[in-house]
């Protein structure tokens, strides 16, 4: 019974990692990055959809992308969203291609995404010790309601302390390396 519970939370765990890679990955560094424009959705005839779904990416140099979309009548919807998106990019399109080059990042800007990045990293270990809490609870409640013993719960509890400091060290490891990529000119 206690397996199930600490199986559970290793899956919760692991999709905080997870999202947390999603949301490393959408802050820019001076590279043109597909992953920059993982949250940005078109309105495509009336829905909402994400950019993935709508074109196919190329990296030409370390600062020029090339969006080309699926659906040539999409290029005017894509390149709007492009130009409203926080990604902070100014695409141009020749009619079948979008264009967009990633301005130099200032040092200004570059301080603002490391701040971004703790942020981030903040909520997603915040994340992690929410789901902890809750198996906690669970234990804590097998425990009072007789199904595990004593000794088995304080034993799940140490091996649910040891899993949520390792995934709490890899969202550290994670933001650290993306500090690195960011303050690298």
Do not use: C
């Not at 997603?124 to 309601?145: G, I, P, Q, W």
């Amino acid at each position: 019974m206690t397996q199930e519970t600490l199986q559970a939370a290793t899956e919760q765990m692991e999709k905080t990692i997870e999202a947390t890679r999603e949301d490393f990955g959408s802050v820019r560094t001076g590279r043109a990055n597909p992953g920059l424009f993982s949250k940005v959705m078109v309105d495509y005839y009336g829905s909402y959809t994400p950019l993935q779904q709508l074109a196919s990416f190329t990296t030409t140099d370390a600062r020029t992308l090339l969006i080309t979309p699926f659906d040539v009548s999409a290029l005017r919807n894509i390149e709007k969203a492009l130009s409203d998106s926080e990604v902070g990019a100014n695409p141009s399109n020749d009619g079948k291609v979008i264009r967009v080059v990633m301005p130099d990042l200032t040092e200004e800007r570059r301080k603002e995404y490391v701040k971004l990045i703790k942020t981030k990293a903040e909520d997603h270990k915040v994340s992690l010790r929410n789901t902890r809490r809750k198996a906690k609870e669970t234990l804590d409640k097998m425990v009072k309601d007789g199904d595990i013993g004593e000794d088995e719960g304080t034993r799940a509890e140490k091996e649910l302390d040891a899993m949520t400091r390792r995934f709490t060290d890899e969202i550290d490891e994670m933001a650290k390396r993306k500090e690195t990529e960011l303050l690298e000119v």
